[in-house]
């Protein structure tokens, strides 16, 4: 087991992977395609900086790369926001979703 593996905030990215992809499902073929695929690359940018950080010598690098991370959840929250505002998927779950991650909305 690598160290990322035990950091809560990485548990928690992989959740969110798997609640996004769920989520693509719903998606038309169309969507699935356009934002569904960007939704799946920001979420799994996440977890992957904050691993590839972890993996780094210095805490500067390492910052650096969670720093990258929260850019990334940002980029999956603004999306979800897209999904609401086209009728994809409803704000309720949403907000349900997100307060998990984020302690707030």
Known sequence: MFNFENLLISQKG??????IYDLQEQFSS????????QLRRAAVSITSNIAEGMGKNSIKEQIHFIEISFGSLME?????????????????????????????I
């Open 14 to 19: 992989r959740t969110l992977i798997n609640q």
């Open 76 to 104: 999956v929250y603004s999306q979800l926001l897209i999904a609401v505002d086209r009728h994809f998927i409803h704000s309720r779950r949403v907000k349900q979703n997100c307060s998990r991650y984020t302690g707030r």
């Open 30 to 37: 169309t969507e699935r395609y356009a934002l569904g695929d």
